[in-house]
């Protein structure tokens, strides 16, 4: 096989489709979760060509036909092994079934870190977000909060306070992590009221998050349970690249973001490529993700023409 690409997201499917229609005829593995990320999202309105916005389903569904119509074979199931090794390259799809391919594209996204709590999970898509840029709009000049401390956290909350009419942070600890810079803008934002020493107990709302029970300093003497009243959820406590599979052949960086040659999607083993959200720490945004599943799908042409 010449190309076997490991993830349904924007990244792997729009590597399907170039690759495809370089007569590379890619298997795409799709794993658990078609769409990655996305799929927490209520509704993609900065996807260009979507002018009345689009659901996640939809959309990834569009590429996938746009891939199987130029002749992408498509394969359910988790990839359990690896081995980057020798060449072709070896896959193993749930332990059973072994692919071998010349070229591996790696598009297997990060998941966003979530607190654990159950409301969480029965909100998701209905008040929780895990991105501020994706879902911001829909809370315009309503309230949010933001959990978290670092600088993404300062990052959303200032990005969310030039949308809604009050954002909360609800930090765990006595102070933020960020750096000063970013500190001092969330500290001189009106719209941001920073909650030190929070921790979130549960979200309520009966359709639609419409609130938040907090406890304030857990466990001392000064405890108290506390509720807010907000919209929206927004967590920001960071996101685990799914790329554990591939520790032991592809360098990774201290948080396992697969490490990539300048702007290229290589990696340090030739022939396989990373794309999408494993690869990219920064933006975390489809459009992005859909390009550099283009560019390592013509990489991976121009890597196999060399060795023809």
Request: proline share 4%; net charge negative.
């Amino acid at each position: 096989m010449k190309c076997l690409i490991i993830g349904s997201g924007p990244a792997g499917y729009t590597a399907a489709i170039y690759a495809s229609r370089a007569n590379l005829s890619p298997v795409l593995i799709e794993g658990m979760q078609v769409g990655g990320q996305l799929m927490i999202t209520t509704e993609v309105e900065n996807f260009p060509g979507y002018p009345d916005g689009v659901e996640p389903y939809q959309m990834m569904d569009d590429m996938r036909r746009q891939a199987e119509r130029f002749g992408t074979e498509f394969v359910s199931g988790m990839v359990t092994k690896v081995d980057f090794s020798c060449s072709p390259k070896k896959v193993w799809v749930e332990d059973e079934q072994l692919y071998e391919a010349d070229t591996v594209i790696i598009a297997t996204g990060a998941s966003a870190k979530f607190l654990g709590i159950q409301s969480e999970e029965d909100y998701k898509g209905r008040g929780v977000s895990a991105c501020a840029t994706c879902d911001g709009f829909f809370y315009r000049k309503k309230t949010v909060a933001v959990v978290g401390g670092g600088d993404t956290a300062c990052e959303e909350a200032n990005y969310l306070a030039g949308l809604c009419e009050k954002v909360y942070m609800i930090v765990r600890k006595p102070y933020l992590r960020a750096s000063e810079i970013m500190q001092q803008r969330v500290k001189d934002n009106p719209k941001i009221e920073i909650l030190f020493e929070h921790n979130t107990l549960n979200l309520t709302g009966e359709t639609k998050v419409d609130g938040a029970d907090l406890v304030y300093k857990k466990g001392t003497p000064e405890e108290e349970i506390r509720h807010i009243a907000i919209d929206g959820f927004f967590l920001a406590i960071g996101h685990k690249p799914n790329t554990d599979l591939f520790a032991e052949y592809l360098e990774r960086d201290a948080e396992g973001y697969i490490k990539v040659e300048g702007y290229s999607p290589c990696t340090n083993v030739a022939g396989v490529f990373a794309a999408g959200d494993c690869a990219d720490p920064y933006y975390r945004q489809a459009i992005v993700a859909a390009a550099s599943g283009c560019k390592a799908a013509m990489e991976a042409e121009k890597y196999l023409a060399a060795m023809a």
